[in-house]
T-cell receptor, first 116, second 110 residues
Framework: SAVISQKPSRDICQRGTSLTIQCQVDSQVTMMFWYRQQPGQSLTLIATANQGSEATYESGFVIDKFPISRPNLTFSTLTVSNMSPEDSSIYLC?????????????FGPGTRLTVL | KNEVEQSPQNLTAQEGEFITINCSYSVGISALHWLQQHPGGGIVSLFMLSSGKKKHGRLIATINIQEKHSSLHITASHPRDSAVYIC????????????FGTGTLLAVQP
């Protein structure tokens, strides 16, 4: 298994500002993902964070709005830029453990973001 | 229409009851995950399965590939089982990307 921590755990931000969320894993992992969970909704994949290259974004998400860094195999950041109230969500990072093609996924505790 | 459907959306049970949560998906998959999300938001992986049945303590997960259906069972339910239970699938290809169901909110009353 993998132990994942996220910072901050929650934040309240003003419209138009940006917030950077950090994700730290206790072991080296190849695949790291960022998800968004809007109120009352299930999780939606924002992007796959790739070590040493640009993140791979899902339809509806763009790098200018959600820039992602992945400087090494244990750490990643997600920035929510130019925030609006619609960005109020829980943001979670996850990693895929193991060496198989399909692996169990481990999730961080989430960052609860409220935008006023 | 969501590719992964869960039922029921909400479930209230009395402590000790046997609970079943269902998950149906629309096309062939490579693996299915059951996840548990507590009110604080944290998510725990319960099972990953691609065939048959898995058991862990009071939790049992089954999958029927032909019928594109999975169930999560909780035996002797307890108030601490109260959480959102989420089904998610890998649709194939060399990827660990997941498609999530909308979740089932379970409340177990003492």
């Amino acid at each position: 298994s993998a132990v994942i921590s996220q910072k901050p755990s929650r934040d309240i931000c003003q419209r138009g500002t940006s917030l950077t969320i950090q994700c730290q894993v206790d072991s080296q992992v190849t695949m790291m993902f960022w998800y968004r969970q809007q109120p009352g909704q299930s999780l939606t994949l924002i992007a796959t964070a790739n070590q040493g290259s640009e993140a791979t974004y899902e339809s509806g998400f763009v790098i200018d709005k959600f820039p992602i860094s992945r400087p090494n195999l244990t750490f990643s950041t997600l920035t929510v830029s130019n925030m609006s109230p619609e960005d109020s969500s829980i943001y979670l990072c996850s990693v895929a453990g193991g060496r198989g093609v399909y692996n169990e996924q481990f999730f961080g505790p989430g960052t609860r973001l409220t935008v006023l | 229409k969501n590719e992964v459907e869960q039922s029921p959306q909400n479930l209230t049970a009395q402590e000790g009851e046997f609970i079943t949560i269902n998950c149906s998906y629309s096309v062939g998959i490579s693996a299915l995950h059951w996840l548990q999300q507590h009110p604080g938001g944290g998510i725990v992986s319960l099972f990953m399965l691609s065939s048959g049945k898995k058991k862990h303590g009071r939790l049992i997960a089954t999958i029927n590939i032909q019928e594109k259906h999975s169930s999560l069972h909780i035996t002797a339910s307890h108030p601490r089982d109260s959480a959102v239970y989420i089904c998610a699938v890998n649709y194939g290809g060399a990827t660990n990307k997941l498609i999530f169901g909308t979740g089932t909110l379970l409340a177990v009353q003492p």
